[in-house]
């Protein structure tokens, strides 16, 4: 059966009882990646019934865009000079172990969590939940855009020459005949440069999106149609089928998570507990790619309220539904939340803080060595900061994401991922 056939089949099928144009798109997201990768052989019907990928974990990363003010998201109370440059947005040092407004919840004696993250400070005294404070990139545009494809693209700084993005090259590099359709999804409505290129590699906003609304009949003469051949198109339209069919019974709306799990009603919290669903469901699930945006806060920033602490409201209850959903799961799942730069270390005229360098990434799950801030602390004095006013990087991302791919994920050599990067692990990841 030839290419040009099985398409013009499809459409001639489409046409006769009315199956939109938006499900031969869908179909085409989802299930042609085959045939754009050109391979020989696809998903078989078991890989897809018992869940197959090429490793047992699952990375979430959850990218954090517009420049998280990684100093008052984990805050260093301790530090003196941090009150000295934020009199008015500074978040006060904690005076008891219970949240208040306005009032760091203390981690360690010298780091504290803004107090809307008390969901997640749980997880960190269980040891599941970790941080890596004054991390970042080469770059030092402090542009949202360069920055933003800097670190999707697994780079130091400059992004010229550079082909597609540092969860591409790894799924390609462990890529394999077994691998699922889902194995890579982005809950976004545009793929993330980091996925660009990968072949296995779908986004959408909502799993409703991927379901074939089409007669029975027409379903019928797919299936047949595609079971007729042995070659890379038909394995792949039938594979799109048999993963179109348990999408199909999936439902966010109606989707009970475990025990006592509450999922914001959020765009987050919807990605997360959709992500959940995927992983719960064996559809060979292995990266998925979730946004949230809005942490530009140059005016109106907020101290223990506000804009910024209304978003880290949402990531706190988001990732702490996720893992209380997911139980002991949990164990084979790893959530990298990252920002692409932090912002000035003192606050500007508007009650706002302006672009800077270094921030702060948090980790989740699985072989996360958790109850610890990870990182070289700069400080905030004067000659101690970088530019016009940041916070020093001292860790470079790279470190702490080809760390989870080696040791989580199916990963031999980093070196692929990230050119040009020295292997150096923050060795917080058993």
Request: with cysteine; proline share 3%.
């Amino acid at each position: 059966m030839s290419d040009s056939y099985s398409c013009k089949s499809y459409r001639e099928a489409s046409l006769r009882r009315g199956v939109s144009r938006r499900d031969l798109i869908r179909l085409g997201a989802l299930g042609m990646v085959g045939w754009v990768a050109a391979r020989q052989t696809a998903l078989s019907q078991v890989a897809i019934q018992n869940g197959q990928s090429t490793t047992e974990n699952v990375l979430v990363v959850l990218f954090l865009r517009g420049g998280m003010d990684g100093l008052n998201a984990v805050v260093p109370y301790a530090d003196e000079e941090y009150y000295r440059l934020r009199p008015s947005l500074g978040i006060g040092a904690p005076i008891s172990k219970t949240a208040i407004a306005d009032r760091a919840l203390d981690l360690d004696g010298f780091f504290g969590f803004h107090p809307v993250l008390k969901p997640m400070k749980p997880l960190f005294e269980d040891r599941k939940l970790a941080v890596v404070h004054a991390i970042g990139s080469g770059d030092q545009t402090r542009s949202h855009f360069e920055a933003m494809n800097v670190m999707e693209r697994g780079l130091a700084s400059d992004t010229r020459g550079s082909m597609g993005g540092w969860l591409a090259r790894y799924l390609k590099s462990t890529e394999s005949a077994s691998d699922s359709p889902m194995r890579a999804v982005a809950l976004t409505s545009v793929l993330p440069d980091s996925l660009l290129g990968a072949t296995h590699a779908v986004n959408f906003s909502n799993l409703n999106e991927y379901q074939l609304d089409a007669p029975l009949d027409v379903r019928s003469d797919l299936a047949q149609m595609y079971s007729k051949g042995n070659d890379a198109v038909s394995l792949a339209g039938m594979d799109t089928l048999h993963v179109l069919r348990k999408l199909e019974r999936l439902d966010p709306q109606s989707y009970k998570p475990n025990g006592i799990a509450a999922y914001p009603d959020t765009e987050l919290g919807n990605g997360f507990k959709q992500v959940a669903m995927l992983i719960k469901n064996n559809v060979g699930l292995e990266v998925a790619c979730l946004d949230r945006g809005g942490w530009d806060t140059h005016v109106a920033q907020g101290a223990g309220t506000g804009l910024l602490a209304s978003q880290l409201d949402d990531v706190a209850k988001s990732m702490a539904a996720f893992a209380g959903d997911m139980g002991s799961e949990m164990s084979q799942v790893t959530v990298i939340a990252m920002t692409e730069f932090g912002r000035r270390a003192s606050e500007n005229t508007g009650l706002g803080t302006d672009h800077g360098r270094g921030s702060c990434m948090f980790l989740l799950g699985g072989g996360v060595k958790g109850g610890k801030i990870y990182g070289n602390w700069p400080g905030l004095k004067e000659d101690q900061l970088e530019g016009p006013g940041d916070l020093r990087v001292t860790t470079d991302y790279r470190d702490v994401l080809s760390e989870v791919l080696l040791k989580r994920m199916s990963l031999i050599d980093q070196r692929d991922i990230f050119p040009g990067h020295k292997d150096s692990h923050v060795g917080l990841i058993s």
